[in-house]
Protein backbone atom coordinates (compact mmCIF):
# COMPACT_ATOMS: atom_id res chain seq x y z
CA UNK A 1 0.00 0.00 0.00
CA UNK A 2 0.63 3.33 -0.46
CA UNK A 3 -0.11 7.31 0.36
CA UNK A 4 0.10 9.83 -1.96
CA UNK A 5 0.12 13.46 -0.53
CA UNK A 6 -1.15 16.69 -2.27
CA UNK A 7 -0.23 19.80 -0.93
CA UNK A 8 -2.38 22.78 -0.47
CA UNK A 9 -3.05 26.14 -1.98
CA UNK A 10 -0.26 28.57 -0.89
CA UNK A 11 2.47 26.43 -0.19
CA UNK A 12 5.95 25.98 -1.86
CA UNK A 13 8.83 24.11 -1.27
CA UNK A 14 10.40 24.97 1.94
CA UNK A 15 7.03 24.68 3.87
CA UNK A 16 6.29 21.51 1.44
CA UNK A 17 9.23 20.16 2.82
CA UNK A 18 8.45 20.55 6.26
CA UNK A 19 4.82 19.60 6.08
CA UNK A 20 5.42 16.12 4.06
CA UNK A 21 8.19 15.25 6.35
CA UNK A 22 5.42 15.29 9.31
CA UNK A 23 3.07 13.68 7.45
CA UNK A 24 5.28 10.67 6.38
CA UNK A 25 6.62 10.21 9.99
CA UNK A 26 3.55 10.04 11.08
CA UNK A 27 1.92 7.57 8.84
CA UNK A 28 5.07 5.52 8.59
CA UNK A 29 4.20 4.99 12.33
CA UNK A 30 0.83 3.81 11.96
CA UNK A 31 1.86 1.96 8.81
CA UNK A 32 5.63 0.60 8.40
CA UNK A 33 5.05 -1.39 5.61
CA UNK A 34 3.65 0.84 3.50
CA UNK A 35 5.40 3.83 0.88
CA UNK A 36 5.06 7.61 1.63
CA UNK A 37 4.97 9.86 -1.08
CA UNK A 38 4.18 13.67 -2.27
CA UNK A 39 3.28 15.48 -5.61
CA UNK A 40 4.97 18.74 -4.98
CA UNK A 41 3.06 21.01 -7.67
CA UNK A 42 3.63 24.56 -6.33
CA UNK A 43 6.51 26.07 -8.15
CA UNK A 44 5.50 24.87 -11.24
CA UNK A 45 1.67 25.82 -11.10
CA UNK A 46 1.42 28.36 -8.35
CA UNK A 47 0.23 31.85 -8.87
CA UNK A 48 2.83 34.99 -9.13
CA UNK A 49 1.38 38.37 -8.95
CA UNK A 50 3.58 39.10 -11.88
CA UNK A 51 3.15 43.24 -11.38
CA UNK A 52 4.19 43.11 -7.14
CA UNK A 53 0.65 42.67 -6.16
CA UNK A 54 -0.14 46.86 -6.74
CA UNK A 55 -3.69 45.71 -7.33
CA UNK A 56 -4.09 44.86 -3.85
CA UNK A 57 -5.05 47.85 -1.78
CA UNK A 58 -3.24 49.25 1.45
CA UNK A 59 -0.58 46.16 1.70
CA UNK A 60 0.65 47.70 4.69
CA UNK A 61 -0.24 45.64 7.65
CA UNK A 62 -2.43 47.15 10.32
CA UNK A 63 -3.01 46.72 14.11
CA UNK A 64 -6.66 47.67 16.03
CA UNK A 65 -9.55 45.58 16.33
CA UNK A 66 -11.21 48.30 13.91
CA UNK A 67 -14.81 49.83 13.99
CA UNK A 68 -18.30 48.68 12.84
CA UNK A 69 -17.55 44.92 13.73
CA UNK A 70 -20.55 43.14 12.80
CA UNK A 71 -22.30 40.66 15.18
CA UNK A 72 -21.33 37.08 15.17
CA UNK A 73 -20.75 34.32 17.35
CA UNK A 74 -17.96 31.99 16.66
CA UNK A 75 -18.84 28.67 18.48
CA UNK A 76 -15.12 28.40 20.20
CA UNK A 77 -14.77 31.09 23.06
CA UNK A 78 -10.91 30.34 22.96
CA UNK A 79 -10.51 30.49 19.51
CA UNK A 80 -12.62 33.83 19.17
CA UNK A 81 -10.11 35.17 21.91
CA UNK A 82 -7.37 34.71 19.78
CA UNK A 83 -8.56 35.82 16.23
CA UNK A 84 -9.61 39.14 18.50
CA UNK A 85 -5.37 38.36 19.63
CA UNK A 86 -4.03 37.88 16.37
CA UNK A 87 -6.13 41.46 15.43
CA UNK A 88 -4.50 43.37 18.13
CA UNK A 89 -2.11 41.40 19.96
CA UNK A 90 -1.76 44.05 22.69
CA UNK A 91 -5.46 44.16 23.59
CA UNK A 92 -5.49 42.72 26.78
CA UNK A 93 -2.55 44.50 27.81
CA UNK A 94 -4.08 47.75 27.05
CA UNK A 95 -6.72 46.99 29.22
CA UNK A 96 -4.95 46.59 32.11
CA UNK A 97 -2.85 49.63 31.49
CA UNK A 98 -5.96 51.78 31.00
CA UNK A 99 -8.39 49.99 33.81
CA UNK A 100 -5.32 49.07 36.19
CA UNK A 101 -6.26 47.08 39.39
CA UNK A 102 -7.96 48.24 42.70
CA UNK A 103 -5.45 47.95 45.63
CA UNK A 104 -6.50 46.07 48.36
CA UNK A 105 -4.89 49.24 50.74
CA UNK A 106 -1.28 48.82 49.92
CA UNK A 107 1.04 51.05 48.26
CA UNK A 108 4.42 51.30 46.57
CA UNK A 109 7.26 53.69 48.45
CA UNK A 110 9.39 55.88 46.82
CA UNK A 111 11.97 54.55 45.09
CA UNK A 112 10.80 51.15 45.01
CA UNK A 113 9.70 49.76 42.03
CA UNK A 114 5.85 48.15 41.00
CA UNK A 115 5.99 44.32 40.42
CA UNK A 116 4.69 44.85 37.24
CA UNK A 117 8.19 46.33 36.75
CA UNK A 118 10.04 43.34 37.46
CA UNK A 119 7.98 41.71 35.04
CA UNK A 120 8.71 43.53 32.42
CA UNK A 121 12.41 43.44 33.14
CA UNK A 122 12.18 39.59 33.16
CA UNK A 123 10.41 40.29 29.80
CA UNK A 124 13.06 41.95 28.34
CA UNK A 125 16.00 39.68 29.56
CA UNK A 126 14.51 36.98 27.58
CA UNK A 127 16.57 35.86 24.56
CA UNK A 128 15.19 36.53 20.85
CA UNK A 129 16.38 33.53 19.77
CA UNK A 130 16.40 30.73 22.16
CA UNK A 131 18.43 27.53 21.80
CA UNK A 132 17.16 24.48 20.08
CA UNK A 133 17.90 22.90 23.20
CA UNK A 134 15.54 24.53 25.17
CA UNK A 135 11.73 23.97 25.04
CA UNK A 136 10.84 27.39 23.84
CA UNK A 137 13.31 27.58 21.04
CA UNK A 138 12.38 24.13 20.02
CA UNK A 139 8.77 24.43 20.10
CA UNK A 140 9.23 27.91 18.45
CA UNK A 141 11.08 26.36 15.99
CA UNK A 142 8.27 23.67 15.39
CA UNK A 143 5.76 25.62 14.88
CA UNK A 144 7.16 28.17 12.57
CA UNK A 145 7.44 31.11 14.97
CA UNK A 146 10.94 31.49 15.88
CA UNK A 147 11.56 33.81 12.97
CA UNK A 148 8.66 36.27 14.25
CA UNK A 149 9.48 35.97 17.83
CA UNK A 150 12.21 38.21 18.59
CA UNK A 151 10.28 41.15 16.53
CA UNK A 152 7.34 40.13 18.84
CA UNK A 153 9.70 40.24 22.30
CA UNK A 154 10.59 43.50 21.46
CA UNK A 155 7.23 45.10 20.26
CA UNK A 156 5.55 43.95 23.29
CA UNK A 157 8.24 44.51 25.90
CA UNK A 158 8.85 47.95 24.41
CA UNK A 159 5.48 49.28 24.09
CA UNK A 160 3.31 52.15 25.95
CA UNK A 161 0.60 49.80 26.78
CA UNK A 162 3.53 47.48 28.80
CA UNK A 163 4.90 50.16 30.71
CA UNK A 164 1.55 51.73 31.62
CA UNK A 165 0.42 48.68 32.92
CA UNK A 166 3.55 47.23 34.52
CA UNK A 167 3.97 50.49 36.60
CA UNK A 168 -0.18 49.70 37.61
CA UNK A 169 0.58 46.57 39.11
CA UNK A 170 1.66 47.01 42.43
CA UNK A 171 1.22 43.76 43.97
CA UNK A 172 2.39 40.27 43.04
CA UNK A 173 -1.31 39.10 42.06
CA UNK A 174 -1.40 41.87 39.79
CA UNK A 175 1.60 41.19 38.48
CA UNK A 176 0.99 37.59 37.68
CA UNK A 177 -2.00 38.37 35.70
CA UNK A 178 0.07 40.81 33.60
CA UNK A 179 2.75 38.11 32.98
CA UNK A 180 -0.33 36.33 31.22
CA UNK A 181 -1.60 39.02 29.61
CA UNK A 182 2.25 39.81 28.25
CA UNK A 183 3.06 36.40 27.23
CA UNK A 184 -0.30 36.01 25.10
CA UNK A 185 0.36 38.82 23.24
CA UNK A 186 3.91 38.11 22.87
CA UNK A 187 3.06 34.62 20.97
CA UNK A 188 -0.21 36.51 19.11
CA UNK A 189 2.54 38.72 18.08
CA UNK A 190 5.02 36.03 16.20
CA UNK A 191 1.31 34.00 15.21
CA UNK A 192 0.42 37.42 13.53
CA UNK A 193 3.72 37.79 11.62
CA UNK A 194 3.64 34.21 10.74
CA UNK A 195 0.55 34.33 8.88
CA UNK A 196 -0.10 31.58 6.47
CA UNK A 197 2.97 30.08 7.28
CA UNK A 198 2.53 29.07 11.05
CA UNK A 199 1.95 25.70 12.10
CA UNK A 200 0.90 25.68 15.37
CA UNK A 201 -1.88 23.86 17.34
CA UNK A 202 -3.33 25.57 20.00
CA UNK A 203 -1.51 23.04 22.40
CA UNK A 204 1.49 24.14 20.94
CA UNK A 205 0.06 27.87 21.92
CA UNK A 206 -0.91 27.37 24.77
CA UNK A 207 2.40 25.81 25.79
CA UNK A 208 4.21 28.67 24.49
CA UNK A 209 2.38 30.80 26.59
CA UNK A 210 2.72 28.75 29.41
CA UNK A 211 6.99 28.80 29.01
CA UNK A 212 7.12 32.50 28.57
CA UNK A 213 4.23 33.00 31.55
CA UNK A 214 6.81 30.69 33.81
CA UNK A 215 9.90 32.71 32.62
CA UNK A 216 8.42 36.25 33.48
CA UNK A 217 7.59 35.46 36.97
CA UNK A 218 3.56 34.61 35.68
CA UNK A 219 1.81 31.41 36.85
CA UNK A 220 1.22 28.94 33.87
CA UNK A 221 -1.99 27.71 35.47
CA UNK A 222 -3.65 31.57 35.71
CA UNK A 223 -5.85 31.43 33.14
CA UNK A 224 -6.24 35.14 30.82
CA UNK A 225 -7.51 36.71 33.98
CA UNK A 226 -9.77 39.46 33.38
CA UNK A 227 -8.44 41.15 30.36
CA UNK A 228 -9.34 37.80 28.52
CA UNK A 229 -12.71 37.42 30.38
CA UNK A 230 -13.49 41.40 29.48
CA UNK A 231 -12.23 40.88 26.23
CA UNK A 232 -13.55 37.33 25.58
CA UNK A 233 -17.06 39.39 25.36
CA UNK A 234 -16.01 41.60 22.12
CA UNK A 235 -14.21 38.33 20.83
CA UNK A 236 -17.57 36.69 19.92
CA UNK A 237 -19.09 39.78 18.11
CA UNK A 238 -16.12 39.25 16.19
CA UNK A 239 -16.08 37.92 12.68
CA UNK A 240 -13.40 36.70 10.43
CA UNK A 241 -13.07 40.16 8.16
CA UNK A 242 -11.61 42.18 10.78
CA UNK A 243 -8.50 39.20 11.01
CA UNK A 244 -8.41 39.13 7.12
CA UNK A 245 -7.99 43.37 6.67
CA UNK A 246 -5.11 43.07 8.96
CA UNK A 247 -3.76 39.67 6.79
CA UNK A 248 -5.13 40.62 3.18
CA UNK A 249 -1.67 42.18 1.79
CA UNK A 250 0.09 38.79 2.71
CA UNK A 251 -2.61 36.20 1.97
CA UNK A 252 -2.08 37.97 -2.05
CA UNK A 253 1.17 38.59 -2.31
CA UNK A 254 3.51 36.13 -4.02
CA UNK A 255 4.75 34.47 -0.75
CA UNK A 256 1.09 34.11 0.52
CA UNK A 257 -1.08 33.19 -2.62
CA UNK A 258 -3.49 31.48 -0.73
CA UNK A 259 -6.08 33.11 -3.52
CA UNK A 260 -3.86 33.24 -6.06
CA UNK A 261 -3.55 29.56 -5.99
CA UNK A 262 -7.49 28.61 -6.11
CA UNK A 263 -7.57 31.23 -9.14
CA UNK A 264 -4.97 30.02 -11.46
CA UNK A 265 -6.32 26.35 -10.89
CA UNK A 266 -9.65 26.97 -11.67
CA UNK A 267 -8.34 28.34 -15.04
CA UNK A 268 -5.67 26.49 -15.72
CA UNK A 269 -6.10 23.56 -13.87
CA UNK A 270 -5.54 20.27 -16.47
CA UNK A 271 -1.79 20.43 -16.23
CA UNK A 272 -1.80 19.84 -12.12
CA UNK A 273 -4.21 17.17 -12.74
CA UNK A 274 -2.46 15.62 -15.45
CA UNK A 275 0.58 15.43 -13.21
CA UNK A 276 -1.49 13.58 -10.50
CA UNK A 277 -2.40 10.89 -12.32
CA UNK A 278 1.18 10.16 -13.46
CA UNK A 279 2.24 10.79 -10.04
CA UNK A 280 -0.43 8.11 -8.99
CA UNK A 281 0.42 5.76 -12.10
CA UNK A 282 4.40 5.79 -11.01
CA UNK A 283 4.05 2.98 -8.89
CA UNK A 284 1.26 0.03 -8.94
CA UNK A 285 -1.02 -1.29 -5.75
CA UNK A 286 -3.93 -0.11 -3.92
CA UNK A 287 -3.16 3.93 -3.36
CA UNK A 288 -4.60 6.18 -0.48
CA UNK A 289 -4.32 9.69 -1.83
CA UNK A 290 -4.42 12.61 0.53
CA UNK A 291 -5.12 15.96 -0.50
CA UNK A 292 -4.67 19.59 1.52
CA UNK A 293 -6.73 22.40 0.36
CA UNK A 294 -6.45 22.56 -3.41
CA UNK A 295 -4.82 19.69 -3.45
CA UNK A 296 -8.41 18.06 -2.05
CA UNK A 297 -10.05 19.79 -4.92
CA UNK A 298 -7.69 18.94 -7.69
CA UNK A 299 -8.30 14.98 -6.56
CA UNK A 300 -11.65 15.55 -6.52
CA UNK A 301 -11.86 16.32 -9.92
CA UNK A 302 -9.07 14.33 -11.52
CA UNK A 303 -10.90 11.11 -10.21
CA UNK A 304 -14.42 12.31 -10.70
CA UNK A 305 -13.50 13.13 -14.67
CA UNK A 306 -11.46 9.55 -15.22
CA UNK A 307 -14.62 7.71 -13.66
CA UNK A 308 -16.83 9.68 -15.82
CA UNK A 309 -14.97 9.62 -19.05
CA UNK A 310 -15.16 5.22 -17.94
CA UNK A 311 -10.97 5.71 -16.95
CA UNK A 312 -10.80 5.79 -13.75
CA UNK A 313 -8.02 5.22 -11.40
CA UNK A 314 -8.73 1.81 -9.44
CA UNK A 315 -5.11 1.92 -7.91
CA UNK A 316 -7.12 4.86 -5.91
CA UNK A 317 -8.97 2.91 -3.16
CA UNK A 318 -9.43 5.86 -1.03
CA UNK A 319 -9.49 9.92 -1.13
CA UNK A 320 -8.90 12.12 1.79
CA UNK A 321 -9.30 15.77 1.83
CA UNK A 322 -8.48 17.60 4.81
CA UNK A 323 -9.35 21.59 4.86
CA UNK A 324 -11.15 21.13 1.49
CA UNK A 325 -13.43 23.44 -1.02
CA UNK A 326 -14.17 20.66 -3.38
CA UNK A 327 -18.03 20.23 -1.24
CA UNK A 328 -18.45 24.06 -1.34
CA UNK A 329 -17.21 24.26 -5.10
CA UNK A 330 -19.72 21.75 -6.30
CA UNK A 331 -22.47 23.21 -4.34
CA UNK A 332 -22.19 26.26 -6.23
CA UNK A 333 -21.55 24.56 -10.00
CA UNK A 334 -17.87 25.98 -9.86
CA UNK A 335 -16.19 22.15 -9.46
CA UNK A 336 -15.02 21.47 -12.75
CA UNK A 337 -15.08 17.36 -12.03
CA UNK A 338 -18.59 17.14 -11.84
CA UNK A 339 -21.78 19.35 -13.25
CA UNK A 340 -24.17 21.38 -10.80
CA UNK A 341 -26.11 19.02 -9.01
CA UNK A 342 -24.64 15.61 -10.29
CA UNK A 343 -23.84 13.10 -7.73
CA UNK A 344 -20.89 10.77 -7.49
CA UNK A 345 -19.73 8.60 -10.43
CA UNK A 346 -20.07 5.02 -9.91
CA UNK A 347 -16.69 3.85 -9.93
CA UNK A 348 -15.24 7.11 -7.53
CA UNK A 349 -13.54 5.61 -4.75
CA UNK A 350 -14.24 5.84 -0.48
CA UNK A 351 -13.80 9.84 0.52
CA UNK A 352 -13.18 10.48 3.82
CA UNK A 353 -13.01 14.82 3.94
CA UNK A 354 -11.97 15.72 7.50
CA UNK A 355 -12.59 19.71 8.42
CA UNK A 356 -12.08 21.95 11.63
CA UNK A 357 -15.07 24.66 11.97
CA UNK A 358 -12.96 27.04 12.41
CA UNK A 359 -11.21 27.04 9.28
CA UNK A 360 -13.21 29.00 6.71
CA UNK A 361 -11.62 27.18 4.19
CA UNK A 362 -12.92 23.72 5.38
CA UNK A 363 -16.35 22.56 3.99
CA UNK A 364 -18.74 19.35 4.70
CA UNK A 365 -19.31 17.00 1.49
CA UNK A 366 -22.20 14.53 3.13
CA UNK A 367 -24.36 17.22 2.85
CA UNK A 368 -23.56 17.60 -1.05
CA UNK A 369 -23.85 13.96 -1.86
CA UNK A 370 -26.97 12.85 0.74
CA UNK A 371 -27.61 8.88 0.47
CA UNK A 372 -23.80 8.51 -0.72
CA UNK A 373 -22.23 5.75 1.58
CA UNK A 374 -18.64 6.38 0.22
CA UNK A 375 -18.76 9.68 1.79
CA UNK A 376 -17.71 10.42 5.53
CA UNK A 377 -17.28 13.72 6.86
CA UNK A 378 -15.13 14.09 10.54
CA UNK A 379 -14.73 16.98 12.23
CA UNK A 380 -10.85 17.78 14.34
CA UNK A 381 -10.40 20.45 16.11
CA UNK A 382 -6.38 22.13 16.25
CA UNK A 383 -8.15 24.95 19.13
CA UNK A 384 -6.68 27.68 16.70
CA UNK A 385 -8.91 30.30 14.90
CA UNK A 386 -8.60 31.38 11.62
CA UNK A 387 -5.70 30.97 9.82
CA UNK A 388 -3.48 29.23 12.09
CA UNK A 389 -6.49 25.90 11.77
CA UNK A 390 -6.18 25.54 8.32
CA UNK A 391 -2.63 24.42 8.82
CA UNK A 392 -2.62 22.71 11.77
CA UNK A 393 -4.61 19.54 10.40
CA UNK A 394 -1.21 17.35 10.27
CA UNK A 395 0.08 17.85 13.78
CA UNK A 396 -3.31 16.01 15.16
CA UNK A 397 -3.50 13.12 15.83
CA UNK A 398 -6.92 12.78 15.55
CA UNK A 399 -6.50 13.04 11.97
CA UNK A 400 -4.08 9.98 11.60
CA UNK A 401 -6.61 7.95 14.01
CA UNK A 402 -9.65 8.57 11.44
CA UNK A 403 -7.36 8.31 8.15
CA UNK A 404 -5.91 4.65 9.93
CA UNK A 405 -9.68 4.01 10.37
CA UNK A 406 -10.80 4.73 6.68
CA UNK A 407 -8.33 2.19 5.48
CA UNK A 408 -9.06 -0.22 7.79
CA UNK A 409 -12.62 -0.27 6.75
CA UNK A 410 -11.37 0.13 3.02
CA UNK A 411 -9.93 -3.12 3.72
Known amino acids: MRFLFVHGTGVRRARHDVLFGRIRDRLSARFPQATVSSCYWGDRFGAELSAGAVSVPDMRRTRGAGEGIPAAAPPDVVAA ?23 TGGFTLPGVRSAGSEVLDLLAKLPPEPEETDELGALLRDTGLFGGFSGALEAVARSHEAARAGTNATEDGFARELATALARAV ?44 LGRLALRVTTQ ?72 PDVRLLVTVGSQA ?41 VFPGDSRVTDHEVSSGQPFIPCHSAYFKLDAVYDRIALAVAETG
Open 81 to 103: EWLLLLTDPLCEVRVLAEAGWET
Open 187 to 230: VADALSAAGPEADCTGDERDRLVELVVTRIGGDARMPGGRAAGV
Open 242 to 313: PVLNVWRGSITTGSSPFIGDILRYQARGEALRELLRARIAEEPGPTVVIGHSLGGIALVDLLALSAARGEPT
Open 327 to 367: PFLHEMGALTGLAPGESLPGDFPRWLNIFDRQDILAFLAEP
